[in-house]
């Protein structure tokens, strides 16, 4: 077993580690299938050859071609570490700065087999969202993290670290970059020949920026969305005897089951691989299981008809799901479904994301990899199906969302029935959760925001809910306008009951939906434990890409943006600009990331508070430009709700001006111009 002063202390290549072939224990990532030319080949090779010394080459070239032939893409298994990966303790890391620490706990993390979907291809979620690319890249950015002081910044160039440069205290200890293409070379083809020749990598949202912290991640978003949908759609508050379907319990979906049981609904979540389904048994996030359809029917019936709080898996396939459901109601109208949605990873439909109704997982894997022609068209007829199922529940009153993860988007590429009649592009017969329930949140200011533990001690992490619950309450006491005071409510019931809820999976880490005015006094807060000793050790402070200000993507964070300028990315990078020189430890910025490569633009930040009085400085400026920045456009694109937000911030902070628009205040005028232009008239 290799110890972290090991791992830390450089690629191993005199001698280079003994042969590793892939462990048939654990899951793996489906293989690729870039259709690399032989000059396109020999060229991943150099690339990959290029971090080890010419007398390693003779051994590593035939090897590192077989697994650009089996697999699609050179990961370099051989250098897989023999530690267990997973957040140790800040202290443990041998580092010159505790902030360099704080970064490598939050690698590993996204690298612990509990916590990552195919640890092995160093893939945390969504089913290619990369940490790094390969494993000697893991043990360079060790190396360089190890090595790193406050006057230094380490960067990375889509998992490749480029190298240490000189700095200040005051600058980001680390940069990152994912993706980023010219915008002509941004399409799904050029991910998969550029991901093989191992010069960019997919690092979805928080994979690639580190800053990952289990399912959890998106329970407290998930279980707002599901309680909200309820008030909006079905005009309820109690959940109880409600049925919500849904799909995808690898990655980020897994938190579905965790957050139905939260709402107190019977959450039935269909999942094909039979791996992920036990791992969220094992952990408790699921309370039952279904093999067959007649079970899985009957036990919704039951559990609904008891008001009972259950998250049940299905193990198959949910076009077989939705397919038997939309025939129970046709014999015996009885809808079984409620809400319903799905977080298949439709970003990447034909390598993996979405498994097609036809074929048995192992046979669909097959396929991905020696006929993708014929994957593809199977899953676009399955896709169809699927849809054919949902519009007849719907028909029957059932409420469908988009999650987000491209359904609606592949669905209609696929020849699918969702388009709306007379809609904008973007916008189909079911609404993105983002435009129908989270929308106004996001206008609020409200985002998942998250912190870690450093300590990796869990009295530490009920420390900071006791905290952030004392934050929340002097913030109400104090005063709160109506159109906030919900979710205020929403957000004091969830932090109170955080800990019954057992969601921590890895690292010692929390999720709460906040807004600038609770980020800046819970990190206050924090960062003065930390100081007195309450706290063991440095809290670091991050959130979901899937943010306020965090994400440019016209099919989730900004679909709700009616001025045209939803396909526009200037908030994202400008988020990500604000933040470095704001105070933040680390900055990461990505082309896709929920919806897919190509089709979105965020960014994210990692920000250690370690007591110091410099860090609450770095934390106020920080994170009210975190929020702002989106608020900001939000109510330029004419969301009312966003101005009056941006409005009660500048009366706070005098130091911020912030453009407001003028509304047109009769629509009629917009008539008369334009049709006295096309009649070639004026008045």
């Known amino acids: 077993m290799a110890t972290l002063q090991e791992v830390c202390s450089g ?27 032989p000059r396109e080949q020999k060229l991943a090779l150099r690339n990959a050859l290029r971090y080890f010394p010419p007398s390693c080459h003779e051994v590593l070239a035939p090897e590192f071609a077989a697994e650009l032939n089996d697999y699609g893409h050179i990961y370099m ?70 090595d790193m002081t406050e006057n230094q910044t380490l960067v990375m160039y889509s998992g490749h670290p480029m190298g240490l440069y000189p700095s200040s205290p005051g600058s ?46 998106i329970v407290h978003g998930t279980t707002l969305t599901v309680l909200n949908a309820a008030r909006r759609y079905l005009g309820v508050n109690s959940l109880r005897g409600k049925v919500y379907v849904t799909s995808g319990l690898g990655g980020m979906s897994g938190a579905q089951a965790k957050a139905a049981t939260i709402c107190g609904c019977v959450g039935v979540i269909a999942e094909s691989r039979k791996d992920a389904l036990m791992k969220r048994y094992r952990q408790g996030w699921l309370l039952e299981m279904a093999e067959s359809l007649d079970h899985c ?34 014999r015996t109208g009885d809808c079984l479904a409620d809400l319903a949605s799905d977080q298949t990873s439709c970003h990447n439909p034909y390598g993996g994301g979405y498994y097609p109704v036809q074929v048995s997982v192992e046979e669909a ?48 590429r696929a020849g699918a029935d969702v388009s709306a009649v007379d809609a904008p592009p973007g916008q189909f017969r079911y609404p993105s959760y983002v435009q129908d329930i989270m929308g106004e949140i996001f206008s609020m200011g409200f985002g998942p925001f998250r912190w870690v533990c450093a300590s990796g001690l869990p009295e530490d992490l009920a420390t900071t809910d006791r905290l952030a619950a004392d934050v929340l309450n002097g913030i109400v006491a104090s005063g709160v306008p109506e159109y906030v005071s919900q979710q205020y409510a929403d957000n004091l019931l969830w932090i109170k009951q955080a ?10 880490a929390r999720i709460l939906y906040s807004d600038r005015r609770g980020r800046m006094a819970l990190a206050l807060a924090f960062n003065k434990a930390v100081a007195s000793g309450e706290l063991k050790g440095p809290v670091i402070l991050s959130r979901d890409h899937h943010d306020v200000s965090g994400t440019d993507s016209p099919f989730r964070e900004t679909s709700n943006i009616t001025d045209g300028s939803m396909f526009c990315a200037d908030m994202a990078v400008q988020n990500v600009i604000g933040d470095a020189f704001r105070g933040a430890t680390w900055v990461a910025v990505h082309n896709g990331g929920g919806v897919g490569w190509g089709e979105v633009v965020n960014g994210g930040f990692g920000l250690v508070l370690d007591g110091s009085e410099d860090a609450s400085a770095r934390a106020s400026k920080m994170l009210e430009w975190d929020v702002c920045n989106g608020i900001s456009r939000r109510s330029w694109a004419g969301n009312c709700t966003a101005e009056e937000t941006l409005r009660a911030a ?27 232009k096309a009649s070639g008239t004026q008045h």
């Open 499 to 508: 800990g019954e809820h057992e969601m921590v999976v890895g690292s010692q």
């Open 365 to 412: 894997e097959r396929l991905i990899k020696v006929d993708p022609a014929r994957f593809k068209n199977l899953v676009q007829e399955s896709l169809r199906r699927q849809v054919t199922a949902i519009n007849k529940l719907a028909g029957a009153g059932m409420k469908f969302w988009d999650y987000g993860n491209a359904f609606l988007l592949e669905a209609s």
């Open 11 to 37: 690629l191993p290549v005199d001698p280079i580690p003994k042969q590793q072939t892939r462990d048939p224990n654990v899951p793996h990532a489906p293989a690729r299938r870039p259709d690399l030319c």
């Open 172 to 217: 980001p200890r680390l940069v990152i970059t994912n993706g980023m293409m010219v915008p002509n070379y941004s399409s799904r083809e050029d991910y998969e020949k550029y991901f093989a020749l191992g010069v960019t990598m997919y690092g979805q949202m928080t994979a690639g920026s580190y800053c990952y912290i289990g399912p959890q991640g």
């Open 650 to 676: 500048m009366d706070a902070n005098n130091q911020l001006r912030v453009t407001l628009p003028h509304h047109v205040q009769d629509e009629s005028l917009l008539d008369c111009a334009v049709m006295s």
């Open 77 to 146: 298994y051989r250098f897989r570490p023999a530690l267990t990966l997973k957040a140790y303790p800040i202290n443990d890391y041998p580092c010159k700065c505790k902030q360099a620490a704080a970064i490598m706990h939050m690698i590993m993390n996204n690298l612990d087999p509990a916590v990552a979907q195919f640890p092995h291809e160093l893939v945390t979620y969504g089913g290619n969202g990369q940490v790094l690319s390969n494993w000697a890249q893991f043990w360079l950015v060790m190396q360089y993290l190890s």
């Open 297 to 330: 029917v009957e036990r919704i019936r039951s559990a609904r008809d008891a008001g009972e709080s259950l998250s049940l898996g299905y193990h198959g396939n949910v076009v077989d799901l939705w397919e038997r459901l939309a025939e129970e109601y046709e």
